[in-house]
């Protein structure tokens, strides 16, 4: 029986001249669907093509490639035949060699470093993968191809690019000369169906109960800061909270790469606009702030603060616009209200320290502190009240927290969210809005 089974496999692998083919090597591979791709090229009317239907078109070009693969009587088998046509199909339609890693759900961030490194995270942990572009001018293509969407352009003149994905994923591309080893691609991915907050309660990252007094806080319109180190989940947390903003406010997003995937019905989205190649014509998030104020929001989202726009969005926060929400990059909440500082003194408006502060304080209610920790996850580590001003000081009141208790056989972070005990000043607020929460949310357990 096994000698039949194995007579079976051979006589498939074996050529018109009774040799045993061997399977061919990627770099054979490679350059037959280089080949093919040309013949498919010089065959196929390109503007002809882009007139049908993506999935017509797609089928139309599929039938060519049988054709061309036939008539270059190659000695593969099937399974090399459909990898041939895949991947060819995926550099007429799609983004080539990232297609697959695009498809897979459980990608966080795609990570090319140059032509033959590529790089993904899975779960919060990275690890290589077996792709490579053909060269650095193929890489080159596929970024033009994924930048040129969005109306950017990367080039000599302007190396350094941010884009975005169809499905709102962020991207990132940097070339020489500033990338001494080719070109650089960061994708970070954002699915078509972002994490909801029973999402992030089923990954522990928070708890009901904090989801409770988040929900509590959003619909009370509380201006919220989403505060974290890179990759630790603050544009999730920023997507997931806005699902308690109620669907008859019209919400105004400002962003320098949109990538927020709100779910209310009436959204307008702004985006920055980078310099032509003269150098003119850029508009800041700042230009946007202040252009949003004249379009009747009930809210106004900014995807992360970063300069001197702050001014403008503390300013509209402390004018009627209250319940925004915005990121920032630092790793504690008293770390995020120095950076605001920073931003404001970027504006040079010559307004003192102690003014400053008061701004800071009169415009942010609730600082959330999220973190990606040592086992990939993410979690939220602390949710921070501003209370006000001592002196010159600005003073927070910390109301939950994360209290790491050790390490797993896994590795993986052990601990557990607790209140602090203290009941925020906002509750005040919350329950003029309705929201009558029970004392022992906030109780401290021992």
Request: glycine fraction near 8%; hydrophobic fraction near 40%; proline fraction near 4%.
């Amino acid at each position: 029986m096994a000698d039949n089974i194995l007579q079976d496999r051979l006589e498939k692998l074996r050529g018109d001249g009774g040799q045993v083919r061997r399977p061919p090597d990627n770099s054979t591979l490679n350059e037959i669907k280089a080949r093919i791709h040309r013949k498919l090229i010089n065959r196929i009317d390109l503007e002809k093509l882009s007139k049908l239907e993506p999935d017509v078109a797609r089928e139309e070009v599929r039938k060519v490639l049988a054709t061309l693969l036939d008539e270059e009587n190659l000695a593969i088998n099937g399974s090399e035949r459909d990898s041939i046509t895949t991947d060819v199909l995926n550099e007429i339609f799609g983004l080539g060699p990232l297609e697959p890693l695009l498809a897979d759900k459980t990608i966080s961030d795609i990570l090319v470093n140059g032509a033959r490194s590529v790089y993904i995270e899975r779960r919060g942990r990275l690890e290589k993968v077996d792709i490579a572009f053909r060269d650095d001018s193929h890489l080159l293509q596929i970024i033009d191809r994924i930048v040129s969407r969005v109306g950017r352009r990367v080039d000599e003149s302007s190396p350094m690019v941010d884009a975005r994905l169809q499905d709102g994923s962020r991207v990132n591309a940097i070339i020489p000369p500033l990338s001494i080893d080719g070109p650089v691609l960061s994708i970070r991915r954002f699915g078509s169906d972002p994490l909801t907050i029973k999402d992030l309660i089923d990954l522990k990252a928070l708890t009901p109960q904090l989801v409770q007094v988040l929900e509590a806080c959003v619909k009370s319109r509380l201006n919220v800061l989403i505060s974290g180190g890179t990759g630790a989940g603050k544009t999730t947390m920023l997507n997931s909270l806005s699902g308690f903003i109620p669907h008859n406010e019209r919400l105004v997003t400002i962003e320098d790469s949109a990538e927020l995937l709100l779910q209310q019905p009436h959204v307008v989205r702004l985006e920055t606009r980078p310099p032509n190649i003269e150098g003119r014509g850029e508009i800041a998030q700042r230009s946007l702030l202040k252009n949003a104020l004249r379009m009747r929001p009930d809210r106004i989202i900014v995807g992360e603060v970063r300069g001197e726009e702050a001014i403008d969005m503390l300013q509209a926060m402390n004018t009627g616009h209250d319940g925004g929400m915005t990121t920032i990059h630092a790793n504690t909440p008293r770390d995020a209200l120095a950076r605001l500082e920073t931003m404001i003194a970027m504006a040079n408006l010559r307004i003192s320290d102690k003014a400053m502060r008061q701004q800071i304080c009169s415009a942010i209610h609730l600082i959330i502190q999220v973190s990606r920790l040592s086992d990939g996850t993410r979690k939220v580590m602390s949710v921070s009240e501003v209370i006000g001003m001592e002196g010159e000081i600005i003073t927070m009141q910390e109301i939950f927290k994360f209290v790491r208790t050790g390490v797993g056989v896994r590795g993986e972070v052990q601990g557990q969210f607790r209140p602090t005990g203290i009941r925020p000043r906002f509750s005040d607020r919350l329950e003029q809005f309705g929201f009558k929460l029970q004392p022992q949310l906030f109780e401290a357990a021992f």
